[in-house]
């Protein structure tokens, strides 16, 4: 089973997220930029989610993390939490 592990922000807005990724593309921590600015509960382990299978996010989510590349930051990424930056951090098949 494909399994992944992946960090996000979540942030109110489509803006704000812009501007986060900005930071984090201009040499910002986003480790630290989550502890600072995500909404998620996961902002305490810097945007951690850990590690999780197909279906256990919301399918917006689901479709960056088991098709994009490695270490490379999306966004934003809209579903009904709000927007999201996402970094899959590690998947295997």
Partial sequence: MTVATARHILVESQEQCEE?????EG?????????????????????????FG??????????VVFSGELAKIYGPVKTS??????EITSRTE
């Fill in 20 to 24: 986060l990724k900005s930071q984090i």
């Fill in 81 to 86: 939490f709000g927007f999201h930056l996402i």
């Fill in 54 to 63: 197909p279906g256990q996010m919301v399918k917006e989510f689901d479709e």
């Fill in 27 to 51: 040499g910002a921590d986003f480790v630290e930029v989550a502890k600072e600015h995500s909404q998620c509960p996961s902002s305490q382990q810097g945007g951690d989610l850990g590690q």
